[in-house]
């Protein structure tokens, strides 16, 4: 493979990159990870303020990008495409730190005119255990379950933050609504009604 000067700074430069990452070199991407692992953890930490966090979603992108090399395009432009699915990953971050307080609003709005005391219900078995069910779907199903049925974006919404494709937006979510009928089927009318499950 050719000797690889930084990505971005020429068309070539960058069609050659992805060229050598299609043909999986682990040269091409340990240079990528060298050149912007550092720079997409600082990015990152101006939206999420956990050091280990902001690592671990950079990780999770040069993996990404590894694992999906065979779909890059020689007119992609790889620190971009870093830079955009890191922000992406930090806004969805962000917004699941938000959802165990949106369930617990919502539920509350949703219980307190048909219960003569609804925080009994709100803090019931039924909120832990709706709560642990989510948490425990796999990270891809939850995350595109929460996006749909708590931030309300559609499938594709949902497909272009997540870099996928909107039928498999559609099978994640219908394998998270499956998982959580079951897990949840002593409370199902409830849920159905709440979460349209």
């Not at 966090?53 to 790889?78: A, G, K």
């Not at 919502?106 to 709100?122: A, C, G, H, T, V």
């Not at 069910?133 to 272009?160: G, H, K, M, V």
């Amino acid at each position: 493979m050719q000797n690889l000067t930084p990505s971005g700074q020429s068309v070539i430069q960058n069609e050659i990159l992805i060229r050598a990452l299609k043909e999986g070199s682990e040269q091409a991407f340990e240079r990528v990870y060298t050149d912007y692992y550092k720079g997409l953890c600082a990015f990152a930490s101006q939206y999420v303020t956990e050091t280990q966090e902001c690592e671990e979603i950079v990780q999770d992108v040069m993996m990404w990008l590894w694992e999906n090399r065979l779909t890059l395009v020689p007119e992609m432009s790889v620190k971009s495409l870093l830079f955009t699915i890191v922000k992406n990953k930090c806004l969805n971050s962000l917004s699941h730190q938000q959802i165990k307080h949106r369930v617990h609003e919502s539920l509350y709005r949703k219980f307190e005119d048909q219960f003569e005391d609804p925080d009994l219900y709100i803090e019931s078995e039924m909120m832990d255990r709706l709560e642990k069910a989510i948490q425990s779907l796999p990270a891809d199903y939850r995350e595109a379950f929460l996006l749909n049925r708590f931030e309300n974006l559609t499938y594709n919404e949902i497909a272009d933050r997540l870099a996928v494709s909107s039928k498999t937006v559609a099978y994640r979510i219908s394998q998270a609504l499956k998982i959580l009928r079951t897990d949840m089927k002593e409370y199902l009318p409830l849920l159905l009604f709440l979460l349209k499950l």
